[in-house]
């Protein structure tokens, strides 16, 4: 019995023993997964901490670069890291490396080739022209002939050369005096456009000038060393003045633009003006380029040059619509609701409409105003025009396309803080491209399947979930801007990018960077007007050379610019009159 009850006791310690064995394990376990929470969170915050950091640090470099530019110093240089040069082995482009296993790809080992840029192509580069035929031919004998040699014919050699001389001609202006005393003295002509120059010599001018970027001074230096007697304000007359017939035809490229395509592409840049700053906007498609400075760049501004051929303002029901998608005041709306129908010859005839009813503050005058140029514009049969541009909010009227490698630098400016994060925006970004390339395979080939491939595609990737926050962030702007980014499923001519417009306005940065800003209104007028007929020309690879020398002489032999573009939107995509 004694030993019967030592057992029951021996076994009722072994139960508490277990009982609190299970305990202590049951509170480990929950040691461990408070534990586990806790590296957790401490992970998370220090992700958090890091992003922090990467800001901030964006922050200081920021003030810094402003520091540097109001102190006038040099800005801090941009050097490229090395990168690796690429591996033979790795797949086609957009591919990860290949890694071992259990090892993950470092994002900074891929070379930037990796991920699939845009290829689409937008303008052919001009070609050499064809040698001009010899006009004498001088036979050369040769030297050191042996005797008995037999002659076998010539071989030909020919050299290009150029004749710079300076000339002068003396026009003997006949005068008559009246009977009543006045004097009738003769014109010049009408070639000479009231200059005491040639019109070879102010077609070479403008042609430096305009189409070469060479400066004024260094210009004016040359035209000395070669005997010719002009001085500095001459020079400036001849760059600045007497262009009339330059600003018509630059004014028939935009009427004709905007009237033959179905889409153009804008975008703008600095531009100063009277020590001023201001904005250059081009305005261009493949069929025609367009520049204009003016002191602003909002959309009123954009819209006023889409109005400029036109003189006439329509309030009309479209005006009202507009105005309710902005959210404007119910008391302005009852105002401008008895003017629908009403057609004001100009601007200063609504603004002073307006202004007698009390609608006089600076942002709901210009609203207002946008929204009766917007209606106008309707009116005037341009409402079928869609705007392509790099995603300035005051481009985007009418139908809105956005350009795919602005979009990109969403993702590209993502600044990630440890690897898992790198790994994501290399993902995200050759996702993009992807996508790129199946809206790419759409334009060459338009069918319900393969749109439906590229919008699967960019819905798949904005709903894309990451552990950065900051990419996060970025793939919400795609979703944003999705409508603008795949209106090409609608209008296949559409282009994807906006490299053109992006190239086209490098001739005022280049001039600006060149000659500063413009002083005089009609110096300012002047850059405009050569800089949109000698971009137009190169579009259709003709010589500016030769526009300049027919339109001074009055030959009238080179074709109306106006012309070209008609014939160009039926073969081009983005004329109004072609199938695609």
């Known amino acids: 019995m004694d030993y019967l009850a030592q057992l029951q006791q021996h076994n009722t310690l072994l139960k508490e023993s277990l009982a609190l064995s299970q305990k202590a394990l049951a509170l480990s376990q929950k040691e461990n997964v408070l534990q586990k929470e806790l590296i957790a969170r401490l992970q998370a915050q ?22 540097r530019r109001l102190k006038k110093l040099p800005p801090k240089p941009d050097i490229k890291p090395n990168t690796k040069p690429p591996d033979d082995s790795d797949g086609p482009p957009g591919t990860p490396p290949a890694t071992g296993q259990g090892d993950e790809a470092d994002p900074d080992d891929v070379p930037k080739h990796k991920v699939s840029k845009p290829d689409e192509s937008t303008r052919n580069q001009r070609k050499q022209p064809t040698k001009p035929p010899p006009e004498k031919s001088i036979r050369v004998p040769a030297c050191g002939v042996p005797p008995g040699s037999t002659w076998n014919g010539t071989t030909p050699f020919y050299v290009q050369d150029l004749v710079i001389k300076p000339t002068s001609v003396e026009y003997l202006l006949d005068q008559w005096i009246t009977p009543d005393g006045k004097t009738v003295t003769a014109k010049p002509p009408a070639n000479l456009h009231g200059h005491h120059y040639g019109p070879t010599l102010q077609a070479y001018i403008l042609h430096q000038y305009f189409g070469c970027g060479v ?3 260094q210009l004016l230096e040359w035209l000395w060393d070669i005997g010719l007697s002009i001085s500095p304000g001459e020079l400036s007359n001849l760059i600045t003045k007497g262009n009339e017939q330059f600003q018509s035809e630059k004014d028939e490229i935009l009427v004709a633009g ?3 395509s179905s889409y153009i592409q804008t ?12 904005y250059c906007t081009i305005i261009c498609n493949e069929s025609f380029a367009w520049y204009a400075t003016t002191g602003s760049k909002s959309r009123e501004n954009f819209l006023s040059l889409l109005h400029r051929p036109f003189r006439t303002y329509a309030m009309t029901g479209n005006a009202l619509d507009y105005l309710r998608t902005l959210k404007y005041p119910q008391k302005w709306l009852r105002v401008l609701q008895p003017y629908v129908g009403v057609t004001f010859l100009s601007y200063e005839a609504w603004k002073a409409c307006m202004k007698e009813h009390g609608l006089t503050g600076k942002k709901r005058l210009q609203q207002a105003s946008e929204a009766l140029i917007y209606a106008s514009l309707i009116e005037h049969g341009l409402g079928h025009l869609t705007t392509f541009s790099d995603g300035a909010q005051q481009f985007n009227v009418f139908k809105h396309a956005q350009c795919w490698v602005h979009a990109e630098r969403l993702l590209y400016k993502v600044h990630p803080v440890n690897e898992q994060q790198a790994s994501a925006q290399k993902w995200c970004r ?4 992807a996508i790129y390339d199946d809206l790419k395979a759409f334009k060459a080939e338009p069918s319900k399947e393969n749109a439906m491939k590229g919008r699967l595609g960019f819905l798949a990737l904005i709903q894309t979930r990451t552990n950065c926050r900051a990419l996060q962030q970025a793939l919400s702007g795609l979703a944003v801007i999705e409508k603008e980014l795949l209106l090409v499923l609608e209008d296949p001519s559409l282009p ?6 992006e190239s086209l306005i490098r001739e005022y940065v280049k001039r600006r960077k060149i000659s500063g800003g413009t002083r005089s209104e009609a110096g300012r007028q002047s850059r405009g007007h050569l800089a949109s007929l000698k971009k137009t020309c190169r579009l259709y690879g003709l010589s500016f050379w030769d526009y300049l020398t027919d339109r001074l002489n009055g030959a009238a032999l080179f074709p109306r610019l106006e012309s070209l573009i008609e014939k160009a939107s039926q073969i081009l995509s983005c004329g109004l009159c072609s199938s695609f």
Do not use: F, M, Y
Not at 57 to 67: F, G, P, S
Not at 267 to 278: K, M, W, Y
Not at 496 to 501: A, D, E, G, Q, T
């Open 215 to 217: 400066t004024q001074p």
């Open 46 to 67: 220090g992700v958090q901490q890091q992003e922090q950091i990467t800001q901030l640090q964006e922050k200081v470099e920021a003030l810094e670069a402003e520091i």
């Open 430 to 433: 050759t996702w993009l491209w």
């Open 258 to 260: 905007l009237r033959c």
């Open 496 to 501: 994807l990018h906006n490299n053109l417009s």
């Open 267 to 278: 975008d703008d840049t600095g531009a100063r003006h009277q020590g001023q700053n201001g």
